[in-house]
């Protein structure tokens, strides 16, 4: 990923924007449909709330049900935001689909897990124990909402649907978009903060730009969304095995314990830093002599 940042225009900005676009516009749509599904199940036929944000009013009246609309709303955008990432890559010079398998090596996506793990549970604790959850009642909704259904809901809605729609669209598509217009720098930071307040609340919001600068490193390392994927969907699934279990509850009670475990967390996410940057290195060494 070495293009030349492009000049900035409207028409490149709008190129740049228009998958965050496409994607509130996505959202509503299953939202609408999801809300139709509740009110035949309901048995009623107007909604019958003032607000304008369909998703607002689910997740205030229907928190259990979050998760279901999260997943059909990454059933209809994943096909949509696959088929605009490969047409990307396909307009990109010097790019190969046989690079996206050979970065799938152990080695990097091991890496890439242990350090979305660690940098996961890091942010959570630091967080949690500070004061930001209380400035945030939108973020208390939220963690309600995600944690109402069974535990195979959440897997398969936040740990693997939610994971491959957010990469597909700020890794895959704004990121790679951004890099081509921006630079790399710029990249990750604008795609992360975007990533950060798409999250609508300020502790997730926090820990979305923090994670996502992170994943986007990965997407600049391995040049493919494959691994940020990975990465994400490990990170999640570790925290819902880890929150559903207690092990979180229990790590945030003791307070050295939970100092401790932070900042052993933060020592492995810098180990997995180093063996990502290796990683990265010897890969691009191995396609450069391919071409």
């Known amino acids: 990923m070495k293009q030349r940042p492009k000049t900035v225009a409207v028409g490149n900005l709008l190129h740049v924007c228009a998958p965050l676009a496409l994607y509130y516009l996505l959202s509503s749509l299953a939202a609408s449909i999801y809300m139709q599904f509740l009110m035949f199940e309901a048995g009623f036929a107007v909604l019958g709330s003032e607000s304008a ?54 080695r990097p996506v091991s890496w890439a897990a242990l350090g979305s793990m660690a940098l996961a549970l890091a942010l959570n604790l630091i967080f949690l124990s500070s004061p930001l959850p209380g400035w945030s009642a939108g973020f208390r909704q939220a963690q309600e909402a995600m944690y109402q259904g069974s535990i195979w809901m959440e897997l398969a809605a936040s740990g693997a649907a939610a994971a491959v729609m ?26 992360a903060l975007a990533f950060g307040v798409c999250h609508g609340n300020l502790v997730q919001g926090v820990y979305g730009f923090l994670m996502g600068c992170f994943l986007a490193y ?74």
Not at 61 to 86: D, H, K, N, S
Not at 234 to 255: R, Y
Request: proline share 3%; aromatic share 12%.
């Open 218 to 291: 990965l997407m600049e390392r391995f040049g493919t969304v494959l691994i940020p994927i990975l990465a994400h969907m490990s990170a999640n699934v570790f925290l819902i095995f880890l929150t559903e279990g207690g092990g979180l509850d229990g790590l945030l009670q003791k307070p050295l314990v939970w100092a401790g475990t932070a900042a052993a967390c933060m020592v492995l996410f810098a180990f997995s830093m180093a063996l990502i940057w290796a990683s990265g290195k010897a890969i691009s060494g191995e396609k450069q002599e391919e071409n």
């Open 166 to 191: 957010e990469e597909l669209l700020f890794r895959g598509l704004l990121y790679g978009r951004m890099r081509e217009l921006l630079g790399a720098g710029s990249a990750v930071l604008w795609s």
């Open 53 to 106: 944000d369909v998703q607002e009013y689910i997740l205030r009246e229907y928190p259990g049900r979050v998760l279901q609309m999260v997943l059909l709303t990454a059933l209809i955008a994943v096909p949509v935001f696959g088929w605009m990432y490969c047409k990307d890559l396909k307009e990109r010079k010097g790019f190969s689909f046989r690079h996206m398998v050979i970065v799938l090596e152990l």
